[in-house]
């Protein structure tokens, strides 16, 4: 269910990291934040990255992979995604849910908060539950800045995407970010979303 779920945190989790030092201002709504990439966490633009592997591509019945297939599921998702313009996240923009629940009842809400580690906020698409992820992947990329100090801070934030979805214990080194992500293509897959979302007006 997880390599389902990327579309939406490619639109918004990785894009709201701008305004995540107001993001406690309830006068700030999920999507007014998404102002700029460019940040103290990196410039998703500037992240490199392979896009998506067969595996992945293959939910959407794609006969490639790469940074194509990444892009032409973005586009499949984008119409869904507007139904959430403002409350956008990882999710496919609700797609790949059950009733809020994925991964198998262990992930909730648009941006699959893992019910392991964490405890479920708000509504499956409230802003409540929008905090509380970016929250999260905000704790992720600052892990992976302290455990990666020279990397550069886009290599950061693709190390902190990838911590989001296996945790930064699994991340040892740029390289192989993905070894251990589902799919082995999650960060690559995300940025190359985020990337075609930003350049399409999210």
Do not use: C
């Amino acid at each position: 269910m997880q390599i389902a779920l990327r579309s939406s945190l490619a639109a918004s989790g990785v894009r709201k990291l701008h305004g995540i030092h107001r993001f406690h201002s309830p006068s700030h709504s999920g999507f007014s934040m998404f102002t700029t990439l460019t940040s103290r966490y990196g410039d998703i633009t500037r992240v490199y990255a392979t896009g998506a592997s067969e595996k992945t591509s293959q939910q959407d019945k794609l006969g490639y992979s790469g940074v194509r297939a990444s892009e032409k599921m973005a586009q499949m998702d984008s119409e869904r995604m507007n139904k959430f313009r403002s409350k956008i996240n990882r999710s496919r923009a609700g797609n790949a849910l059950d009733d809020g629940w994925g991964d198998h009842g262990n992930a909730w809400g648009l941006m699959q908060v893992d019910i392991r580690h964490h405890s479920a906020k708000g509504d499956w698409d409230s802003e409540e539950h929008l905090r509380q992820a970016t929250g999260i992947l905000v704790h992720f990329i600052k892990r992976i800045q302290n455990k990666f100090p020279s990397w550069s801070r886009e290599q950061q934030l693709k190390g902190g995407i990838a911590a989001y979805n296996m945790g930064d214990g699994n991340v040892h080194s740029y390289e192989n970010v993905d070894a251990i992500t589902t799919g082995k293509d999650y960060s690559n897959d995300v940025v190359a979303r985020a990337k075609w979302y930003k350049r399409n007006g999210y």
